[in-house]
């Protein structure tokens, strides 16, 4: 069941990020799907089957609504990387649910810290990285939680509720959630642990 899950979220996301038409031109990593499949797919593997099952609904609907999250996602990152250019085109952007906000914030937050964790025990391999704040932005520069927070603004409020759910299930149990998503991704490299992954870095 996971894996069917997870093929066709990252078949409906490529199919989406393939079309984002960008102001400069076709990004060099809209050209590189194996990349782009490693990586939603290492993150897609944390998540339990309901959460997945949610998201790929999301992607259905929003297709079948003639929207493209993979678009939505990057205009709202735009929010913070280009405010002057995101306020010309906010009121396009659907609303983000009000009681989904407080969550979204939550999730972001928690992950971040995730994030900080990693990077304290495998540097070199997460210098590879976004920067990780969004004070840390710049028009060439997303940061990690901007990121995040720019794609978890595209996930409707029963995704949302679902992933809330898992986060604070992963909190509770000990586990970091960033670490999890980073140990699939250098497997998918060839590697077996994360610390070989970072002496190679």
């Known amino acids: 069941m996971k894996k069917e899950l997870i093929a066709a979220i990252i078949d409906l996301e490529w199919a989406m990020f393939d079309d984002v038409r960008n102001v400069g031109g076709r990004a060099w990593c809209q050209n590189d799907p194996r990349t782009f499949r490693i990586m939603r797919a290492s993150q897609a593997k944390t998540w339990?089957?309901?959460?997945?099952?949610?998201?790929?609904?999301?992607?259905v609907a929003?297709?079948?609504?003639?929207?493209?999250?993979?678009t939505e996602k990057y205009a709202r990152m735009m929010e913070s990387t280009h405010p002057e250019e995101f306020a010309q085109i906010a009121g396009a952007l659907p609303p983000v649910d009000p009681?989904?906000?407080?969550?979204i914030e939550e999730i972001v937050a928690i992950n971040v810290g995730w994030e900080e964790e990693v990077a304290a025990k495998y540097p070199r391999l997460s210098a590879r990285g976004r920067p990780?704040?969004?004070?840390?932005?710049?028009?060439?520069a997303t940061s990690f939680e901007t990121y995040g927070r720019g794609e978890l603004r595209t996930y409707s409020p029963e995704t949302i509720a679902l992933l809330h759910a898992h986060t604070m299930h992963q909190v509770r149990e000990g586990i970091n959630g960033a670490e999890l998503v980073l140990q699939n991704m250098v497997e998918a490299y060839g590697y077996k642990t994360l610390a070989e992954a970072n002496d190679r870095a």
């Open 48 to 59: 339990p089957d309901e959460l997945l099952a949610s998201y790929r609904d999301d992607l």
């Open 62 to 70: 929003a297709r079948a609504a003639g929207r493209n999250l993979m």
């Open 99 to 103: 009681k989904s906000r407080a969550a």
């Open 132 to 140: 990780l704040r969004t004070a840390e932005d710049t028009p060439c």
